[in-house]
């Protein structure tokens, strides 16, 4: 314990990733907070910072040590706050990650109602498809469409994701109709750039799994993009619904092999990192998630 403020004021320097930084988020000088990292250093007998007019960087003890002061930071901080978090209205700056498909299709219309009812939360939102660490980028929360979310954060399903193969009509009426997951195999599949051909789609056949091997000219790390070509008789895609629905009750892409579960067990989840208070902010904004999308969400209401 008798280190306690100068492990607080080392995460501060790790976390802002500068003395000066670190000095200005707690109201203290550069000086005071160099010398409180260098007495712990001296008292643990242990070099914590690589540090040169230039630049820093944590040591391997350093960057040990710094996990441990970071959760006890944030143990600090949520039991300062839980007497008056219970009841406190959600506010500050919200930091989550999101799939950019669904992020443009249905998150912005779940952000606008959200912030016209919480008014003190400021919303920032990174869309993106490259899994992001929480930790490290500083994320309050992240949603992901998975069967297998990372064990060390928890998890929330928020609503189910069902996947579906289609083509369109042009191109069905000139490739012919597969009847089987194995029939895939002899179609021109557009298939998302980062997944194998070989096992990226799978389907469940009197309870055993199938996975065809596919055969595309394209392979696009866009969603947008492979449904362009979908739509214009270009191959079959298997995207979730919340992708496909408009264009699904328009009948411009026509489901297809629907006696089969694709791609089973995905589901909508938000993730976050383990700590025991909830901010308001944050459960807030789980919550206002739920009441949007779960548990029959609009995306599957045709």
């Known amino acids: 314990m008798e280190h306690l ?4 004021t080392f995460a501060k320097v790790v976390e802002t ?3 000066s930084a670190a ?3 707690l109201a203290t000088s550069k000086s005071l907070v160099s010398k409180q990292v260098s007495s712990l250093e001296s008292a643990l007998g242990v070099k914590l910072l690589n540090r040169t007019t230039r630049s820093m960087s944590l040591t391997e003890a350093g960057a040990a040590y710094y996990e441990h002061c970071q959760r006890i930071a944030h143990e ?4 300062s706050q839980t007497v008056t978090q219970l009841q406190a209205e959600p506010r500050g700056v919200l930091r989550l990650t999101s799939p ?7 998150l912005a219309p779940a952000l ?11 919303v920032e939102l990174h869309a993106s498809d490259r899994p992001v660490d929480l930790v490290d980028e500083r994320y309050d929360l992240a949603i992901r469409i998975t069967s297998s979310p990372p064990q060390n954060l928890v998890a929330r399903p928020i609503a189910p994701v069902r996947w579906v193969t289609c083509a369109s009509p042009e191109y069905l009426a000139q490739h012919g109709i597969p009847q089987t997951p194995q029939d895939l195999e002899k179609h021109q599949c557009l298939v998302y750039q980062g997944e194998p051909v070989q096992g990226s789609w ?4 009197n309870g055993r799994e199938v996975a065809p091997r596919l055969h595309s000219r394209f392979r696009v790390n866009n969603t947008g993009v492979l449904m362009h070509l979908a739509l214009n008789g270009m191959g079959v895609v298997m995207n979730p619904t919340y992708v496909l629905g408009d264009h699904l009750r328009s009948g411009r892409l026509q489901p297809l092999l629907t006696e089969y579960d694709c791609n089973p067990g995905m589901s909508l989840q938000m993730l976050y990192l383990p700590n025991r208070y909830m901010q308001p902010k944050v459960r807030a904004f789980i919550d206002h998630l739920l009441a949007e999308f779960g ?7 045709f």
């Open 76 to 79: 600090i901080e949520a039991a």
């Open 23 to 25: 000095a200005l988020a």
């Open 17 to 19: 990733r500068s003395f």
């Open 112 to 122: 606008e109602s959200f912030c016209r009812k919480y008014e003190k939360v400021e």
């Open 100 to 106: 950019v498909i669904f992020a443009s299709l249905h």
């Open 202 to 205: 799978r389907y469940l056949a």
């Open 5 to 8: 403020a100068q492990m607080m």
């Open 295 to 301: 548990p029959v969400p609009p995306w599957d209401r």
